[in-house]
């Protein structure tokens, strides 16, 4: 019976083993190229340098100078690119066929465990039942334990050697992992090339990428909310705005250091410029406004002061500007009656019920969608040269802040496609300031043709995305 419960506890311990050995072994075989193309440029000098009798400048003389200085460095680098190369494909290999092993374990466990559970159960029942009576011909409750124990044994050897696998592949991994490590520490221990300060940042940002690469996605999100938010509530849009910069900042840090890609760069540099691109036209949409209402309060008062005569044409001016109050008062309340229940002229509706709400969102915020209430459901003053050039530019206002919001929220969008597809893991490690552990599904993990079309879509991706990871740094 203990048996068996040790075999299920060691069994549920069983999980596939995180990793993408393939994006390591594409790591590996750059790293290998630029061995041989920093062998190559070696060999180059020192051919070069062989021949430096043939050639008598001062400019060669100083190029073959350096260039003496130069190879050793060079060969140095050679050799860290070298190492580096050998250990990562190792370390890939050993990481596939680990992972290879992982699956072994987790199909052996999920084949085998409901039937280990099963006879436990039915040992436990039979360990409970009462004592036999002594005319009893039957088998005894000994007799029927041993009976179920032998028959949950090939299930209870399954798990245990499913488990045995499993933790041998998993402490390979640690092992090779380990012995990558110290090669390379020792290799760049040996070669006296010193760090630079930005080569010490990188390594920095390189060991904790998985809490900023989660930090930023939180912010991003945050942005994102406050992006919606502020087409309602418009003080919103500079915290919107900041949330954004920061996000791309940390965008940049990532793709800068090789921890990121600069497709991700790209997209929250798109959100950050069309958030503000839409703040600034939503904020014209209210200044287009305050000018209908003047030109139309002024076109007002300007009909109403008509009369004939003379006299009257050259008193008009002072007439018009008289009455220029009553009238202004006129399209103010023209301009209240022409918007829906709730809104105001201030842009801050009260949002009775969803008809405003998808006002606001169509329009590219509370300013849009009082401009176009006012341009579609009022008269007094309207018309003319100066109203109709108001209204088109209040309507390009409008228009693009939508389209600058919903470009936006598409860039926002798409960089969560690419943490869906990639299926990011932000398991950081005890040792990280901040320990998240949390993964995003990719999808390939989909079961099924879905799975295998969604596989062959995320694989076509992660080729596009992975064009652009490799950071200036490195």
């Known amino acids: 019976m203990s048996d068996i419960s040790a075999a299920l506890a060691n069994a549920e311990q069983i999980a596939p083993i995180p990793g993408d050995a393939e994006g390591i072994r594409s790591h590996a075989f750059k790293y290998s190229d630029m061995a041989i193309l920093v062998t190559r440029a070696v060999q180059d000098l020192k051919i070069i340098n062989a021949d430096r009798d043939q050639y008598q400048a001062e400019a060669t003389d100083t190029m073959f100078d350096k260039s003496e200085d130069v190879v050793p460095q060079l060969e140095k680098i050679q050799n860290r690119y070298e190492v580096a190369g050998s250990e990562l494909t190792a370390f890939a290999q050993v990481l596939a066929d680990a992972q290879a092993d992982a699956r072994t374990a987790v199909s052996t466990r999920d084949s085998n465990a409901d039937d280990a559970r099963r006879y436990q159960g039915q040992i436990t029942d039979a ?44 402490q390979s991994v640690e092992e090779r992992a380990g012995i990558a490590e110290d090669r390379l520490n020792e290799v760049m221990d040996a070669d006296g090339l010193t760090d630079s300060a930005w080569d010490k940042f990188a390594n920095w940002v390189s060991e904790n990428a998985g809490w900023i690469q ?15 938010l502020s087409l309602f509530f418009p003080g919103l849009l500079l915290l919107a705005a900041i949330f954004a910069g920061l996000t791309l900042l940390l965008s940049v840090t990532l793709a800068s250091t090789g921890n990121g890609s600069w497709l991700d760069v790209a997209l929250d540099t798109v959100a950050l410029l069309t958030l503000g691109v839409g703040a600034a036209a939503g904020g014209l949409v209210k200044g287009v406004t305050s000018a209908l209402r003047f030109t139309r309060s002024g076109r007002a008062a300007w009909t109403a002061a008509a009369k004939p005569g003379i006299f009257a044409r050259l008193t008009r001016p002072v007439r018009a500007a008289f009455r220029y109050g009553d009238e202004a008062a006129k399209v103010a309340d023209d301009f209240a009656k022409a918007l829906p229940k709730g809104m105001t002229l201030t842009g801050r509706p009260a949002y009775l019920g969803t008809g405003n709400i998808s006002r606001v969102w169509q329009a590219g915020g509370t300013d849009g969608a009082v401009f176009r209430a006012i341009v579609n459901g009022t008269s007094h003053g309207a018309g003319g040269l100066v109203d109709d050039g108001l209204r088109g530019l209040g309507s390009f206002f409008s228009s693009t802040s939508v389209a600058m919001n919903w470009a936006g ?6 960089g969560w496609h690419d943490d869906l597809i990639n299926g990011k893991d932000y398991a950081t ?4 300031l ?12 989909t079961p099924g043709a879905v799975g295998d079309v969604a596989g062959a879509y995320g694989d076509w991706w992660k080729s596009v995305d992975g064009a652009t990871v490799d950071g200036v740094g490195n």
């Open 429 to 432: 490690g005890p040792d990280s």
């Open 214 to 228: 989660a930090l930023k996605d939180i912010l991003s999100i945050i942005a994102t909310v406050l992006a919606v």
């Open 127 to 170: 360990e409970d039942a009462p004592a036999p009576k002594p005319d009893d011909d039957g088998p005894t409750p000994q007799e029927q334990i041993n009976g179920l124990e032998s028959a949950a044994e090939p299930h209870v050897q399954a798990l245990r050697d499913a488990y045995t696998l499993w933790d041998e592949a998993r």
């Open 409 to 414: 929220l598409g860039a926002f969008g798409i």
């Open 434 to 445: 901040v320990d998240f552990n949390v993964s995003i599904p990719g999808m390939g993990d």
